[in-house]
T-cell receptor
Framework: GAVVSQHPSRVICKSGTSVKIECRSLDFQATTMFWYRQFPKQSLMLMATSNEGSKATYEQGVEKDKFLINHASLTLSTLTVTSAHPEDSSFYIC????????????FGPGTRLTVT | GNSVTQMEGPVTLSEEAFLTINCTYTATGYPSLFWYVQYPGEGLQLLLKATKADDKGSNKGFEATYRKETTSFHLEKGSVQVSDSAVYFCALRSTDSWGKLQFGAGTQVVVTP
């Protein structure tokens, strides 16, 4: 149990377009989901925390108008990269947590975004 | 603020060798500590955790002990296998967060036959 999926696994888009990445908890309900960004050979950088039914909380330095996060249900959160540019190319990873105070986060397999 | 420092890789070992990956942290209060593993092409998986001082987390032959006096959580395995080749991340979850994790930079481990 505790499987998190992401779709798509890879996406290539043109500069200036928007792309949506989905994160789903397949066999549990996730009160809280997190979005991370991982650069090559580097650690995960937390972008934002989203709680179902409320606005996401963004980390310092993350543009909330560029990275739109929606957590509309207990099993789905979406990250939309708006007006993407090549510097947005990265590996985006989501994780899900059963409840606010839960210890364990379950990670999705990641989405590789390439902006040309 | 909180931070996690772990040894740089890559670490290259022969099969059946002893593995140690050092991890130290800076945090207020009593954070929970974790080791995550990322196999090639896969997402992160929780390897083990410890929630209070002197706790020992263990899984799949890996162990790590929460040492508050040295603010460390070193990962060890007595005899590695080729299948242990992966990137290992040390992380902490502070007591005042909603589960936010602070990750170390990750250490790539390569085990050769």
């Amino acid at each position: 149990g505790a499987v998190v999926s992401q779709h798509p696994s890879r996406v290539i888009c043109k500069s200036g377009t928007s792309v949506k990445i989905e994160c789903r908890s397949l066999d549990f309900q996730a009160t809280t989901m997190f979005w991370y960004r991982q650069f090559p050979k580097q650690s995960l950088m937390l972008m934002a925390t989203s709680n179902e039914g409320s606005k996401a909380t963004y980390e310092q330095g993350v543009e909330k108008d560029k990275f739109l996060i929606n957590h509309a249900s207990l099993t789905l959160s979406t990250l939309t990269v708006t007006s993407a540019h090549p510097e947005d190319s990265s590996f985006y990873i989501c994780s899900a947590q059963r409840s606010q105070g839960a210890y364990e986060q379950y990670f999705g397999p990641g989405t590789r975004l390439t902006v040309t | 603020g909180n931070s996690v420092t772990q040894m740089e890789g890559p670490v290259t070992l022969s099969e059946e060798a002893f593995l140690t990956i050092n991890c130290t942290y800076t945090a207020t209060g009593y954070p929970s500590l974790f080791w995550y593993v990322q196999y090639p092409g896969e997402g992160l998986q929780l390897l083990l955790k410890a929630t209070k001082a002197d706790d020992k987390g263990s899984n799949k032959g890996f162990e790590a002990t929460y040492r508050k006096e040295t603010t460390s959580f070193h990962l060890e395995k007595g005899s590695v296998q080729v299948s242990d080749s992966a990137v290992y991340f040390c992380a902490l979850r502070s007591t005042d967060s909603w589960g936010k994790l602070q990750f170390g930079a990750g250490t790539q481990v390569v085990v050769t036959p």
